[in-house]
T-cell receptor
Framework: GENVEQHPSTLSVQEGDSAVIKCTYSDSASNYFPWYKQELGKRPQLIIDIRSNVGEKKDQRIAVTLNKTAKHFSLHITETQPEDSAVYFCAAPSRGGADGLTFGKGTHLIIQP | EAGVVQSPRYKIIEKKQPVAFWCNPISGHNTLYWYLQNLGQGPELLIRYENEEAVDDSQLPKDRFSAERLKGVDSTLKIQPAELGDSAVYLC??????????????FGPGTRLTVL
């Protein structure tokens, strides 16, 4: 099955600075990589995803990059704001490319005013 | 459009008691997932349904956990008997369809279970 590693576990940045969260995966058959944001006590919500036919995807202040050769993908948040404070999870398909997800352990992003 | 609905939101039981969680997915979503989320961890897949068929239940502890989705719509996850280590948030999610199509999974608010 898939194994997803996520780093760092905690990330503190000044408001306005950029934040980068990195994930690696093990199954070369995986070709879909979503990122979820979970605020305290709330449900995970998809913020961006990328499929293996592209190397980068951007949506306003959020971008995701994918390196299939190295089997890693990253989340980039620019011009961070207080509302970006949350736990972020990367994920990849659990087995053989099917769509149950294996999640990373999460990154607690703290935006310092 | 209503989101994924789960009930109850919170449940406190004593160990060895049974407990059940209910989920109603977004209307028209064929695929339903149950995840377990321990404090400070990412969700872990327990079972995935395509309509009423459980197509991936390899991570479901079958000695005490069971699930059903009889009419291919809402689903129930049961634990009997509950153990202290079962304390966690149980999340339900749904997507339009599964397989290799990679649809967005929409999560419910979860049921927070505390076993005393």
């Amino acid at each position: 099955g898939e194994n997803v590693e996520q780093h760092p576990s905690t990330l503190s940045v000044q408001e306005g600075d950029s934040a980068v969260i990195k994930c690696t995966y093990s199954d070369s058959a995986s070709n879909y990589f979503p990122w979820y944001k979970q605020e305290l006590g709330k449900r995970p919500q998809l913020i961006i995803d990328i499929r293996s036919n592209v190397g980068e995807k951007k949506d306003q202040r959020i971008a995701v990059t994918l390196n299939k050769t190295a089997k890693h993908f990253s989340l980039h948040i620019t011009e961070t704001q207080p509302e970006d404070s949350a736990v972020y999870f990367c994920a990849a398909p659990s087995r053989g490319g099917a769509d149950g997800l294996t999640f990373g352990k999460g990154t607690h992003l703290i935006i310092q005013p | 459009e209503a989101g994924v609905v789960q009930s109850p939101r919170y449940k406190i039981i004593e160990k060895k008691q049974p407990v059940a969680f209910w989920c109603n997915p977004i209307s028209g979503h064929n695929t339903l997932y149950w995840y377990l989320q321990n404090l400070g961890q990412g969700p872990e897949l327990l079972i995935r349904y395509e309509n009423e068929e459980a197509v991936d239940d390899s991570q479901l502890p079958k000695d005490r956990f069971s699930a059903e989705r009889l009419k291919g719509v809402d689903s129930t996850l049961k634990i009997q008997p509950a153990e202290l280590g079962d304390s966690a948030v149980y999340l339900c999610a749904s997507s339009l369809y599964g397989g290799f199509s990679y649809n967005e999974q929409f999560f419910g608010p979860g049921t927070r279970l505390t076993v005393l």
